[in-house]
């Protein structure tokens, strides 16, 4: 008994003390954006990695979720006499969740684990310390163009998955299906707002871009400097990310799609 | 990792692309394209029960939506409800004996406002009032006095 009340005391603790060296990490890392933007080179070579390495990824989710969208939607709602909505239907729930969410735990498999990975094995073969030693903060050099990258990377993203997801609905709606071209895209007009919908989703993706980067970065960072640790530190990573998107979507979407 | 220029066409390559999703989601995906404020004036109409009218319905002349509602409020004086429509300037040709009433489109439809224009030749203008009004149908109403209607009858 006494065991397990150390055990969870102990738990506590760690958890809190991480969640403090996390938040540390984030204000230097975001106070590093200064020195980084004079040098965009460090930037763009992120991009690549970070960005454009998921392109191909999350733009052949994107076709299949929205293709897949198209023909359930139409089986639900041709029940109803009601296919004429289905570009409203794919529309909406890949603006307003499936694009944000899905592409930022994609994101979080495909460049988040490959950040925590790289960190981590920059510090177990001690580059990180070799660059302080020669007055470099790893930081500003390492970190915070990853971070910026990841940030700029996300909405981009997002937006490619919920356009290519609407496109792949509607090849499959109107060009198997049979529903009208025509009324696909003016429902959809129609219904969806740009402010309500299109900008809320891409708040969405930027804070979920915000906090995949974030996580990925300080997991390898915090990583313990064994090939077992930067193991352990790249699955934390993609289970961290995963829970920080889904609940968080929960809590933007009650407060972004509460009123109506 | 080395840098190329190759990379750096890559990496544009896809910012515009993500660029171009966000602008095909703005005006193919969404209604950006009719949200540029069009010029529209302002009309109100008083309801008895202005219904599941939402502020952003359509308001509607012969089926052609001519502007939208843009506010909605209880008059606590005379407990009516009280909807300002903003009007596309080019319709400005209503007369003032119009008739406002709410409809729905289809039956389990949105609701809208649909102006009956009247014969009058005295157009309407800018803060304008339509008198004559017709409330919406209020569908658990009217199946409950058709209920009600057929049980007297049965008597």
């Not at chain 1, 356009?163 to 071209?181: H, K, T």
């Not at chain 1, 640790?229 to 934390?236: H, I, K, N, P, Q």
């Not at chain 2, 005006?27 to 939402?54: H, M, P, W």
């Not at chain 2, 009004?133 to 008597?155: M, R, Y």
């Amino acid at each position: 008994m006494i065991q397990f009340l150390q055990y969870l005391g102990k738990s506590t603790r760690t958890s809190f003390t991480k969640l403090g060296r996390g938040t540390y990490f984030l204000l230097q890392t975001v106070s590093g954006i200064l020195s980084v933007l004079p040098r965009p080179r460090l930037l763009l070579t992120q991009m690549y990695s970070v960005g454009v390495m998921s392109f191909l990824i999350i733009t052949i989710s994107g076709l299949f979720v929205g293709m897949v969208l198209g023909l359930q939607g139409y089986y639900t709602l041709s029940d109803f006499g009601a296919e004429e909505t289905l570009g409203v239907m794919v529309a909406a729930s890949l603006v307003r969740e499936l694009g944000p969410v899905v592409s930022a735990l994609l994101f979080a498999g495909r460049a988040g684990s490959a950040l925590t990975a790289e960190i981590g094995l920059m510090k177990a073969t001690e580059q990180l310390s070799g660059m302080e030693m020669m007055a470099v903060d790893p930081v500003k050099r390492i970190i915070t163009p990853r971070f910026l990258a990841g940030l700029i990377s996300m909405p981009l993203l997002a937006a490619l998955f919920s356009a290519v997801g609407i496109i792949g609905g509607q090849i499959i709606g109107s060009g198997l299906l049979g529903v009208d071209e025509g009324a696909y895209w003016s429902q959809m007009q129609a219904s969806i707002d740009f402010r309500d919908d299109i900008i809320n989703g891409v708040i969405k993706s930027i804070v979920f871009g915000f906090v995949t980067s974030w996580i990925a970065l300080f997991e390898g960072y915090d990583a313990i400097p064994t090939s077992e640790g930067v193991s352990r530190a790249t699955t934390r990573t993609v289970v961290n990310s995963a829970f920080s998107i889904l609940g968080l979507d929960f809590i933007l979407t009650t407060l972004m799609f509460g009123d109506d | 990792m080395q840098h190329t220029s190759t990379q750096d066409t890559l990496v544009g390559l896809f910012v515009a692309s993500g660029v171009v999703g966000l602008f095909f989601l703005a005006l193919q995906v969404s209604n950006l394209s009719s949200f540029v404020e069009e010029d529209s004036y302002t009309i109100t109409a008083r309801f008895e029960n202005s219904g599941g009218l939402k502020i952003k319905s359509p308001v509607s002349a012969a089926g052609v939506k001519i502007g939208k509602v843009s506010a909605i409020s209880f008059d606590p004086k005379t407990y009516e409800s009280v909807v300002q429509m903003n009007i596309n300037a080019q319709y400005n040709t209503i007369p003032d004996d119009t008739t406002a009433s709410i409809f729905t489109a289809g039956l389990l439809g949105e609701q809208y406002v649909n102006l009956e224009p009247g014969g009058s030749d005295v157009y309407l203008q800018k803060d304008g009032k339509i008198e004559i009004t017709q409330s919406a149908i209020i569908l658990e109403k009217a199946i409950g006095q058709f209920l009600f209607k057929s049980a007297e009858e049965k008597k």
